[in-house]
């Protein structure tokens, strides 16, 4: 059972344009990240985001939690060749500790 | 301040075979996990560990799969005998708080295995 889906799979898009990535779930989570993952790396974190409808910006990045806790979305604007990679959600289920699951993850390319 | 070590960066073996993987975590870091990452898809938690401890092995393959943190620092992780399907992405990472919502995890650059 997949927990968290990720839309849309793969994106391409020219250097320049905005787009926006989608991160939802069924479960609430009392936390949620996105990760960066580039070719032959491992993934790096972007942001974490904590309360239902928290908004925060990383330069061109904007993240939103959504107001359950249920979904989230990145937004890139003014899209470059440097944003090409796999864009992982990942939320943490609050259990005996905080259980963190993966979503599939967004594979971006900006052509320039 | 040096990152997450693994080693080695690719295996390729057959079918049957053994193979084993190490990771050096962050120095201090308590928290040590280890994914499997498939091709396009996200990483699938295979174990976690606190010091030396395990947290989670809920969806670690114990019938062919094995790891161990010894002194709570290195780990590695065993995979006896190997199958086609255990062909991917081995990525080791570890985390300062062992709890808490603000955990980040700090990814090693993985270990490619290929089973032919």
């Known amino acids: 059972t997949q927990l968290l889906e990720q839309s849309p799979q793969f994106l391409s898009i020219q250097e320049g344009e905005n787009l926006t990535v989608y991160c939802n779930s069924s479960?609430?989570?009392?936390?949620l990240q996105w990760y960066r993952q580039e070719p032959g790396e491992g993934p790096v974190l972007l942001v974490t985001?904590?309360?239902?409808?928290e908004v925060k910006k990383l330069k061109r990045l904007t993240f939103q939690f959504g107001d359950a806790r249920k979904d989230s979305s990145l937004h890139i604007t003014a899209a470059q060749p440097g944003d090409t990679g796999l864009y992982l959600c990942?939320?943490?289920?609050?259990?005996?500790?905080?259980?963190?699951?993966f979503g599939p993850g967004t594979s971006l390319s900006v052509i320039p | 301040e040096a990152g997450v070590a693994q080693s080695p960066r690719y295996k390729i073996i057959e079918k049957r075979q053994s193979v084993a993987f190490w990771c050096n975590p962050i120095?201090?870091?308590?928290?040590l996990y280890w994914y499997q990452q498939i091709l396009g898809q996200g990483p699938k938690l295979l174990i976690q560990?606190?010091?030396?401890?395990?947290?989670?092995d809920s969806q670690l393959p114990k019938d062919r799969f094995s790891a161990e943190r010894l002194k709570g620092v290195d780990s590695t992780l065993k995979i006896q005998p190997a199958k086609l399907e255990d062909s991917a992405v081995y990525l080791c990472?570890?985390?300062?708080?062992?709890?808490?919502?603000?955990?980040?995890?700090?990814f090693g650059p993985g270990t490619r295995l290929t089973v032919l």
């Open positions: 560990f606190q010091n030396n401890g395990v947290v989670d």
């Open positions: 990472a570890s985390s300062l708080i062992p709890q808490g919502v603000l955990n980040e995890q700090f």
């Open positions: 120095s201090g870091h308590a928290t």
């Open positions: 985001v904590v309360t239902g409808g």
């Open positions: 479960s609430v989570f009392s936390s």
């Open positions: 990942a939320g943490a289920l609050k259990t005996s500790y905080d259980k963190v699951i």
